[in-house]
């Protein structure tokens, strides 16, 4: 087996699920495992600074070997798997050289894995395929990221003569609930540049994401028995569905993509008394995130004027910001990501993020930080898929940004 496979298999066997309901940072107990086998493979690698600190994040540098300045770069990946499925017990199988048929993940429960469900499949023929049981997720996200990073780090380290500035590493925990910039210690990561590897196919590429809020309406009712409710009950249920209706429909998730931003009601609750809808508001542009916030404010004034002052109340958080902002600022993080595809005879797909990463916040706090493919599709499911040969271009990728920025 190849050592990046190797590696990739001896990762996806920690199993280090995020959960919501997780109090602890991390989320699960296992990414100090991981984050600990990380650092001694790191330590064996030569790389004698490698440390994990109090909540399992993961840092190493590699030290320059130029007598000239060369900007340090940081490749950042994460711990973690998604809550959304298992990640215990993780059981890959190889399919070398697939050849398009079908492909029987679990012959007890009948789950099949086949291309015409999956049509990005298609760019995998001929390729060797790494897939599930059936039974959990794959955990390509983040770990076929992990193992490219530890793979170019290898080949630094064994390759004395390819010049590199001070090349710094990352592995952060709880990505996939949405905390793993929430506790980082950037001053630990005295980077120019940075690149997340948690991208999708091959050739995937993200110098931008969402700009994200999260509207919390809550919605005072007034509760009386039904009986004698005539003229006076407000059943704060029926106000939240209410206000839901007036929510612009086509700009759902379910009738969006590219581009277009969306509301995305996440949760309601509530009695007769009172009520609370979550709602997530998502634009690529600041003028669309900022008429997304009004719209939500205008709904609950119009509805007050009908059922009363206060009636709805909405506030509005930020959550993260469109990291393109930051990215444009310096064209060198996008040219030399993209010249490195190309020395690698990689197409680049160059997407916006329908969503965050990591590095929308590590952007923001000084460190431009496009997301670059790992090579899975299907991340968070049993169907969750990578290639071989994805992660190997993945990783001479990493290499070839080094290289480029040390010239
Ligand atoms: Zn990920």
């Given at each position: 087996m190849k050592p990046i496979v190797e590696r990739f298999f001896r990762y996806v066997g920690i199993d280090t699920q995020s959960t919501w309901e997780a109090e602890t940072v991390p989320a699960s107990s296992n990414e100090f495992v991981l984050g600990q086998m990380l650092v001694d493979e790191l330590k064996a690698l030569g790389i004698e600074n490698a440390w994990m600190d109090d909540k399992s994040y993961v840092f190493a540098k590699i030290p320059s070997n130029q007598d000239h300045p060369v900007p340090p770069v940081a490749f950042f990946a994460h711990l973690d798997t998604a809550p959304d499925e298992s990640g215990a017990n993780v059981n890959p199988r190889?399919?070398?050289?697939?050849?398009?048929?079908?492909?029987?993940?679990?012959?007890?429960?009948?789950?099949?894995?086949?291309?015409?469900?999956?049509?990005?499949?298609?760019?995998?023929?001929?390729?060797?395929?790494?897939?599930?049981?059936?039974?959990?997720?794959?955990?390509?996200?983040?770990?076929?990221?992990?193992?490219?990073?530890?793979?170019?780090?290898?080949?630094?380290?064994?390759?004395?003569?390819?010049?590199?500035?001070?090349?710094?590493?990352?592995?952060?925990?709880d990505e996939e609930i949405g905390n793993s910039t929430e506790y980082i210690p950037i001053e630990n990561i005295p980077a120019k540049y940075g690149y997340t590897m948690?991208?999708?196919?091959?050739?995937?590429?993200?110098?931008?994401?969402?700009?994200?809020?999260?509207?919390?309406?809550?919605?005072h009712g007034a509760a009386i028995h039904p009986g004698e409710a005539r003229g006076k009950m407000k059943n704060a249920i029926l106000l939240?569905?209410?206000?839901?209706?007036?929510?612009?429909?086509?700009?759902?998730?379910?009738?969006?993509?590219?581009?277009e931003g969306f509301y995305h009601v996440t949760d309601i609750n509530g009695t007769v008394d009172r009520a609370q809808l979550t709602i997530a508001l998502r634009d690529f542009t600041d003028e669309g995130y900022a008429r997304r916030k009004q719209r939500v404010q205008e709904i609950?004034?119009?509805?007050?004027?009908?059922?009363?002052?206060?009636?709805?109340?909405?506030e509005v958080d930020d959550y993260y910001f469109n990291m393109g902002k930051e990215v444009e600022k310096y064209p060198e993080v996008k040219d030399y990501a993209l010249k490195a595809m190309e020395m690698a005879e990689v197409t680049p797909v160059i997407l916006p993020i329908r969503g965050g990463t990591d590095g929308s916040s590590i952007s923001f706090m000084g460190i431009p930080c496009p997301n670059i493919f790992m090579g899975s599709a299907n991340s968070h499911s049993i169907y969750e898929y990578c290639t071989i040969q994805s992660m190997e271009k993945a990783s001479e990728i990493i290499r070839n940004i080094i290289w480029l920025f040390a010239r």
């Open positions: 190889i399919i070398e050289n697939w050849d398009g048929t079908d492909i029987v993940l679990n012959e007890d429960k009948q789950i099949i894995l086949s291309k015409e469900e999956f049509p990005s499949l298609q760019n995998s023929i001929g390729k060797d395929l790494i897939v599930t049981d059936g039974n959990s997720l794959l955990g390509a996200d983040d770990k076929a990221g992990v193992a490219e990073i530890m793979d170019a780090a290898e080949y630094l380290c064994t390759h004395p003569e390819f010049p590199h500035g001070d090349v710094l590493i990352c592995f952060t925990p948690d991208g999708g196919e091959l050739g995937e590429i993200n110098f931008e994401t969402f700009n994200a809020a999260t509207a919390i309406v809550t919605i939240a569905n209410d206000f839901i209706n007036h929510l612009p429909w086509r700009e759902s998730p379910v009738n969006t993509d590219g581009y609950a004034d119009h509805l007050n004027q009908y059922y009363g002052e206060n009636t709805f109340c909405v």
